[in-house]
């Protein structure tokens, strides 16, 4: 997950679908995706079975669909610059119809065996229009997680907590299990999701697996790991800027100014005009890193970025745990670090809603995850060995060069501003659909004026108190380690493996009941249900032991969880007493003029 200064999981902003040039207008794809699963009571609230059958045939239907897909968007631009692009014929004959098996296979898709059979059933305009909105290769969706997740600015600092060793253990662990993370709601996604029955979100995935108050649950999460995102972002932006201009103006002030930034760009509730700068962030960051690097190899460290108060002590590279660091919670904190760098598994499902074909996701998850992870590592492993102690959470501005950072940082400003509106503008389309419209009957942003003026409101409220959260702790280590302990955690290593463990003990213990088919009530062909300790055996008994596992996993993930919360908050209890973690204040925390006295 990006961090500021360098910052971007923008590619929320490529979830509505427009880069790979849907013939369907904007107001169709925002109202599809924000009220296909907020106002159909059932649509998330079917059997395991009925899933399981819709999804067999949509994967089937995406399998002999022979249309071609579109290019990510720069292999398109650069065809169309060599005179090699070709047009996507949208009217071209394709089966779009719903294919209805007259003898239905079992829902264990493992035993080879084909849809028998089959008549055909028109599809519903909302289902057509599913269809319509997926045209996205899993190359180009490569680009996309490589976008979101791509992040490295924070990762000298880990190094500088865990030292060499144990950071590299850390960020291969982190790496493995986010693999592991992907590979899950890519399978549940497939298993789940059809044009009847379509999967939109992550939310999604939790209640068709427990049931509608882990939606709740999920929402709230993803809400609030937005929220403080773009608190991070408004802090990160003020530091950068108040760094640039050397310090001469008062930090609180530049944050409110990119508060007001926000609050004006939030006001835009399509994100269709926000796409190109999703594809162009990710060589923006390369670009930043290149010039970071070059500018921390060729010019000495600049104290006050690492909290430090001048450049006396010798340069110390910890190859194991470090020395110089202060308690255990900076281990502790630094193992967040790489936590947050691997966070995105939240829009994944958004990903795979625009795929052509959903299967190919797992191709798109492993190599961006990869590319991200070996940015990481050269990244963190060649700033951290050149300033050790004195690396910094914010490296585009820890070498002394005016020049390379102003020229660095203008280019980072650009990229994460826009990355805040774009996450404050999915933060507040996910409270005002999830809250304002489902519990207050709240009117359409996208058609009322009273919803239009709504919506203005609460983008303001929204970034207010981002501001508020984020100048009350202006530490950025401290408030990085809060967000990804509290909340991307979970949606990359706590959720998946319990969603795995609820999601396997449904289909086991579906093997004792009769086939479904449509015409069928839902849940009527089950012999027993989950009141019954006879359904709890039989899910649980075969490969317990994997299944005792994926449960231990979801603990462990709760226990880090908890870890993370207390480094965060000894971390900025630390900076306060320290003197250079002011809340509300002019003086930045990285401001060479602030004191502190009780820091070595």
């Keep these: 997950m990006t961090t500021a200064g360098g910052v971007n999981a923008a590619a929320v902003g490529a979830v509505i679908g427009t880069e790979f040039d849907q013939k369907i207008s904007a107001t169709q794809e925002e109202q599809f995706i924000l009220t296909s699963d907020a106002y159909d009571p059932t649509i998330n609230q079917q059997p395991l079975e009925v899933y399981l059958y819709w999804s067999k045939i949509e994967r089937e239907h995406e399998a002999n669909d022979t249309r071609a897909i579109a290019d990510s968007p720069w292999l ?128 999604d995935l939790g209640e068709r697996t427990f049931g509608r108050w882990v939606r709740h649950v999920f929402n709230a999460f993803q809400s609030a790991q937005l929220l403080f995102n773009v608190a991070l972002l408004i802090i990160g932006n003020g530091q950068t800027l108040v760094s640039i201009i050397g310090f001469k103006f008062c930090y609180l002030a530049l944050n409110i100014f990119f508060m007001l ?42 104290p006050s970025q690492s909290y430090h108060v001048n450049l006396s ?38 990903f795979m809603a625009e795929m052509r074909r959903p299967r190919d996701f797992w191709k798109s998850a492993l190599c961006a995850q990869f590319f991200c992870f070996f940015m990481y590592m050269l990244f963190g492993l060649v700033c951290y060995l050149k300033q050790g102690q004195y690396s910094s959470i914010l490296p585009g501005l820890d070498f002394q060069n005016n020049q390379l950072i102003l020229a660095n940082n203008i280019i980072g400003l650009i990229s ?57 702790i202006p530490n950025l280590t401290a408030l990085i380690t809060l967000v990804g302990s509290a909340f991307i955690l979970q949606f990359t290593y706590t959720f998946p493996p319990v969603l795995l463990l609820g999601y396997w003990m449904q289909r086991d213990a579906m093997k004792a009941d009769s086939e479904w088919r449509p015409g069928m009530a839902p849940g009527s062909t089950r012999i027993d249900t989950w009141k019954d300790l006879s359904r709890w055996k039989r899910g649980f008994k075969k490969y317990w032991y994997i299944k005792l596992f994926l449960f231990l996993m979801h603990l462990a993930a709760w226990a880090n969880c908890g870890l993370g919360i207390y480094a965060g908050i000894e971390t900025a209890i630390s900076a306060y007493k320290c003197g250079y973690n002011i809340p509300f204040s002019c003086y930045a925390p990285n401001d060479p003029a602030v004191q502190k006295t009780n820091c070595s």
């Design 313 to 350: 002590q010798p340069i110390q590279i910890a190859y194991w745990v470090p020395g110089y660091t202060k308690g255990w919670y900076a281990q502790v904190s630094g193992v967040q670090l790489a936590v947050f760098a691997y966070g995105g598994a939240m829009i994944f499902p958004e």
């Design 76 to 203: 398109r631009t650069f065809k169309k610059a060599t005179g090699q692009a070709h047009k996507i014929n949208w009217h071209e004959p394709h089966n779009d119809q719903m294919v209805i098996s007259d003898s239905p296979t079992d829902s264990n898709e493992k035993d080879g065996t084909d849809v028998g059979q089959s008549s055909t059933q028109p599809l519903t305009d909302k289902e057509r229009t599913y269809r319509a909105l997926r045209v996205a290769s899993w190359q180009a969706v490569f680009y996309l997680i490589t976008t979101d997740i791509l992040g490295f600015s924070s990762a000298p600092e880990a190094f500088a907590e865990l030292g060499v060793g144990p950071g590299i253990l850390v960020y291969v662990f982190f790496y493995l299990l986010a693999v592991f993370a992907g590979q899950v709601i890519w399978r549940l996604y497939c298993d789940y999701d059809s044009a009847k029955y379509p999967v939109t979100c992550y939310a």
């Design 416 to 472: 994460t501003m826009v990355a805040a509106v774009l996450y404050g503008n999915i933060g507040v389309k996910v409270f005002y659909e999830n809250v304002l419209r489902a519990y207050f009957k709240a009117p359409s942003m996208m058609t009322s004026n009273k919803g239009r003026l709504l919506w203005s409101i609460s983008v303001t409220a929204y970034w207010v108190i981002a501001w508020v959260i984020g100048s009350a």
């Design 261 to 302: 930034v926000g609050i004006t760009g939030g006001q835009i509730r399509s994100l269709r005009n926000f796409s190109w700068f999703a594809n162009i962030n990710i060589w923006l960051n390369i670009i930043v890193m290149i010039i970071t690097v070059a500018g921390i190899w060729s010019y000495l460290p600049v």
